[in-house]
């Protein structure tokens, strides 16, 4: 861990340049409006160390699967969210020297991006080789108001000399993905074009033909007044350029205005995509940047009206808590149920910027309680629409008779990943798919979406567990073989707790949700039942013959669930007796070593506690809890927020607390030393988790929303909002107190520890604290 940031509620600040922190510092501060993103990179050129990162949500390309030794059944591609055309790109010339941050001497440097208002700024002081000195002042920002628009501010100020700068600002789709297989260029030009101040780039995606128009047009400004230019284009492959020569005056600031415009064939036709980016770019330069960004402040600040969580008395935990919640509302405004949620966002290309069952697992509850119920529908929806996929899917392994396997990586619906201890065994996913769907009814009480889509996706599902599932005669059980549990540093394991866990409770609520349907609508029950020639006595039987029959591993001696069958015969080092110089794991150890090992990665029989926690009493949860943690290593960033919440459940506020930080801060302090791939944006949710289900105790359970706040002694209080049903609450955990405000004009009945506590529209209830939360 590093405390490299500064510590401040509203904004992440960089002071000092550091080359070898750059990278991380890229994924920091990166940039998105939901329709596209971009890491921090320099708009100048760079020569140091840095992954260059543009992306456009949904555009992606098949890259042929790379593998050591192939296995029936990989997937032919992975598809890839493209690293997109650069369009901050700025080069800046003073004579024959380049300005470069990573030759040049920087003498001062701050960065910050700024949560609040939703744009990042940079402030360095340098001086060249040959001993000029310039200033670069930037600001730029994805827009959310015209979220297929960005915009830079770009001051140069000569410090110590009159005379030429040349400023080229360009877009240069000559990229190339850091991950590509094969060394191969995703994108071909379809046609570019350049004027004095405006010039776009039109490419193509091979394969997938998903076509990007990105157009630019620039301004110049000098003391304050628009100054005319006479620019010489430049033409590249997929490259555009405006060379500028402007003469600077010592100690007088010159400002590039970059207005960009990304347009996408998903929602334009091709045809027409690069006229219209000309046309958009051209209006909102119109604006002035000054009006953009004054417009993408007020939108960001109404935004966080919403959804802030406040924390008073704790900076680092406050700033961390907003800085999740900034990535995740830059990631994805489910507005469109084409895209999904990759797990590092719009932030680094790892991951393929694909689908994974984080999105159901984790992202799930924050959209639920923050947002309008579309957008977790939309989630839904994304996967519904991917049923058939995931029966072809199923198909492939060798399943039949309409079982589905989802992808455990996928873009389209096609699964995409190809390590096969976790392509074909790490088959959780399907039930974290179910989850989500039950996760959404309980919430919305929408049990029109069961009869509408989810049932049809749980007997899929349902029927590929009744396949996967074994009978074994020697124990007369049926068992679970050949998995891999959400702790990823085992493979190839029978009797996953965490899985036959999850399958056996998607069984369950298959037969209670066909009961629902069949009760609701016989009609529609019927289409389906012929849709999918659903023989439901049969079938159903067969799910309730394994409910009752499932084989399950149990440690008696220590009263715990085996996370698999041998668990207890690995060597019981915990983690605390692990030199740190051995960790991260993954990065020092073998992977054979890792295998062997007691060391887990994330939360897996936790996991389970933590989704059916009303199945299990608090001794258990706890001699879980007690056993499993001092074993995990928490190297999925998927990890300590699950921690979080059943360290609070259990009352233990400091081991909550201390999980709490490591989420939240996760990227900002490097936790894993992972972070200059891209941040953890899936896991962000998970943040929001830890504060509202953890420190606020937020449960629904039988249509009612409940609350068992506890309060960190590191806080004086802290306070967040959720929407539940068309009402909007407002809940603030203080030592005065738990006061819970209706925000809307519905009243609700709601429970605060545990009592029946009524808050009638517009009005507030304030309970004292209890100390413990425990049932
Ligand atoms: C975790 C998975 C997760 C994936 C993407 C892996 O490191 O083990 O559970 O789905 O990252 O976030």
Redesign the pocket.
Known sequence: MKQYFKVDEWKIIEEGFDPSYNKVAESVFSLGNGRMGQRANFEEAYSGETLQGNYVAGVYYPDKTRVGWWKNGYPEYFAKVLNAANWIGIDVWIGDEQLDLAKWEVIDFKRELNMREGYLQRNTLVKSPKGKEIRIESTRFCSIVDDEAGAISYTVTAINFTGDIKLTPFIDGDIINADSNYGEKFWEEVKKDVGNDTGFVQLRTKKTGFEVATAMKVLLNRGGKPEEFSSKPIQKEKYIGAEITVNAVSGQPLTLYKYVVNLSSQNYKAQELADKAIAQVTQISQKYFAVMLLEQANAWVEKWKHNDIIIEGDAAAQQGIRFNIFQLNQTYTGEDDRLNIG?KGFTGEK?GGST???TEAYCVPFYLATAEQKVARNLLLYRYKQLGKAIDNAKLLGFKDGAALYPMVTMDGTECHNEWEITFEEIHRNGAIAFAIFNYVRYTGDEAYLTDYGLEVLIAISRFWAQRITWSAERQQYVMLGVTG?N?YENNVNNNWYTSTIAVWCLKYTIEAIGKVKEANQAKYKDLVTKITFREEQECEKFADIIGKMYFGHDDKIGIFLQQDGYLDKEQILVKDLPASEQPLVKKWSWDRILRSVYI??ADVLQGLYFFEDNYDIDTMRRNYDFYEPRTVHE???SPCVHAILAAKLGDIDRAYQFYLRTSRLDIDDYNDDTDDGCHI?SMAGTWMAVVEGFGGMRVKDDVLSFNPLLPHQWKAFSFQVGFRGALLNVRVSADGVTVKNLSDKEILIKIYGSDTLIKSNSEKLTPVQASTLE
């Open positions: 797990p991951y994974y069952w984080d959400p990823e990665k994330q999925s960033s998927l899936t």
